[in-house]
C-alpha cells in the first residue's frame, strides 16, 4: 500500500495540463495531500502549500509522489537529484510514468539502502484473459473523447459520486495511473500487452448485479494517432450500455498533435457508437460532459446550452456543475 498523505511532485512542469496526475489527486483527495514541491520554471500551480522536502515531512508526507504526466511518460533526469534527496531523507516514492522508478539503477540503490518503498502503479500485476466477449450481467457506462486529457477520469468519478447519492449501485473503475492512485484500485491499461487490452477491461468489470453500473474511465480518443487503440480496447472490453461524450471546447488542436484539429462531437458519436455497437447492440450515446475550466460562468452555461440543443442529449460540465443529469440519463435506461 502507498502511505498517506501524499507530497506533490510537479517537477519542472511545461503547463498545468501536464501536471494532470497530481491535480486529479489534488482534486478528488484533498485530504491525501499535503503540499506541491515544484521546480525552477514550473508552469503548473494547484493551489497547494509550496514546501520543500523537509517541510513536506514535517507536514506528515509518507510519499512524494510524481504527479507530472509527460509525452512518453518518461522520468526526467532533471528530477533525480530530488528524488534521490526524498529516498534520503524518509519519504517514499510513488509514480504512474511508464519509465519505472525500479528501472532506474541509482533510485533503486538509494531506496534498498535507505529501506524506503518504490511504487509503479503502471505495472499489470495480473495475467489478464484475452478477450472472449461473452456478454456479462451488470450494467456498464464508458466516457469516449474528443481528445486526450478533455475530462473523462473527472466525469466517471462525478458520475459515479452522483449515482451513489441517489442509491444507485455503481463503482468507479480505474483504467490510468491517476485513477488508481485516487482510488487504490484499478488496471493501468496502457501498459497492458495490445493483445490483452480488451480482456483486462473485461476482468477489471465482471458480472454483477443487474442494476448495478461499472463506470469506467475512458482513456485517449479515437481520434488522436497516437493514442486510439486504448480507446478501442475499453469500447469492446467493456461492452457499455452507454457512453459520454467528453469535450474540451477551447482546445486549438490534438494533445500533443499540432497539424490535427479535434473531432467535433458528433464524429466521435457518429464513429463511437458503432464500434460500442459490435460487442453490446444495445449501447446507446446518453449524456455529453463539457470541461469549462478555461470558461467563466456564463460561457460555460451558454456553450452546455448550445451543445444540449444541438446534440439532443443532457449537457453538463459534472466537476462544476454535477453529474446529477448524466445519473439521471442512466436511470432511466
Known amino acids: 500500500m502507498i502511505q498517506t498523505p501524499y507530497l506533490l511532485f510537479l517537477g519542472d512542469a511545461p503547463d498545468p495540463l501536464a501536471a494532470k496526475v497530481a491535480q486529479g489527486?489534488?482534486?478528488?483527495?484533498p485530504e491525501n495531500c499535503v503540499g506541491q514541491f515544484r521546480m525552477e520554471g514550473?508552469?503548473?500551480?494547484?493551489g497547494l502549500p509550496d514546501?520543500?522536502?523537509?517541510?513536506?515531512?514535517?507536514?506528515?508526507?509518507?510519499?512524494?509522489?510524481?504527479?507530472?504526466?509527460?509525452?512518453?511518460?518518461?522520468?526526467g533526469q532533471t528530477w533525480k537529484k530530488v528524488l534521490v534527496a526524498a529516498l534520503e531523507e524518509g519519504l517514499d516514492l510513488a509514480s504512474g510514468l511508464h519509465n519505472l522508478l525500479r528501472d532506474e539503477p541509482d533510485l533503486a540503490a538509494v531506496a534498498q539502502a535507505t529501506g524506503r518503498a518504490l511504487h509503479d502503479?503502471?505495472?499489470p500485476e495480473v495475467e489478464y484473459p484475452i478477450a472472449n466477449g461473452v456478454k456479462r450481467r451488470g450494467k456498464r457506462v464508458l466516457a469516449v473523447g474528443t481528445d486526450c486529457s478533455v475530462g473523462k477520469m473527472y466525469t466517471t468519478l462525478a458520475l459515479d459520486a452522483a449515482m451513489r447519492e441517489r442509491g444507485m449501485k455503481s463503482t468507479f473503475r480505474a483504467t490510468g495511473q491517476t485513477g488508481i492512485l485516487i482510488t487504490g484500485d484499478g488496471i493501468p491499461l496502457d501498459a497492458v500487452v495490445a493483445d490483452f487490452m480488451a480482456g483486462a477491461v473485461e476482468w477489471l468489470t465482471p458480472d454483477n448485479d443487474p442494476d448495478h453500473w461499472d463506470v469506467i474511465e475512458g482513456q485517449g480518443s479515437l481520434h488522436h494517432v497516437s493514442f486510439s487503440g486504448v480507446s478501442l480496447a475499453l469500447i469492446h472490453g467493456g461492452q457499455p450500455d452507454a457512453l459520454i461524450l467528453c469535450h474540451e471546447?477551447?482546445?486549438a488542436h490534438m494533445r500533443g498533435l499540432p497539424d490535427y484539429t479535434l473531432p467535433t462531437l458528433e464524429q466521435v458519436r457518429d464513429m463511437a457508437l458503432p464500434l460500442a455497437?459490435?460487442?453490446?447492440?444495445?449501447c446507446r450515446v446518453v449524456g455529453v460532459s463539457i470541461n469549462t475550466q478555461h470558461m467563466g460562468a456564463t460561457e460555460a452555461a451558454r456553450c452546455c446550452a448550445e451543445i444540449e440543443d444541438r446534440m439532443g442529449l443532457p449537457t453538463v460540465d459534472p466537476f462544476r456543475h454535477g453529474a446529477g443529469r448524466l445519473a439521471e440519463a442512466l436511470a432511466a435506461l
Request: glycine letters at 10%.
Open 25 to 29: 489527486i489534488r482534486d478528488w483527495r
Open 42 to 46: 514550473c508552469k503548473a500551480d494547484l
Open 51 to 75: 514546501m520543500t522536502l523537509a517541510e513536506g515531512i514535517a507536514a506528515g508526507a509518507k510519499t512524494l509522489v510524481i504527479g507530472v504526466a509527460n509525452r512518453g511518460g518518461k522520468i
Open 121 to 123: 502503479v503502471r505495472v
Open 249 to 251: 471546447p477551447t482546445r
Open 277 to 282: 455497437q459490435v460487442a453490446n447492440p444495445a
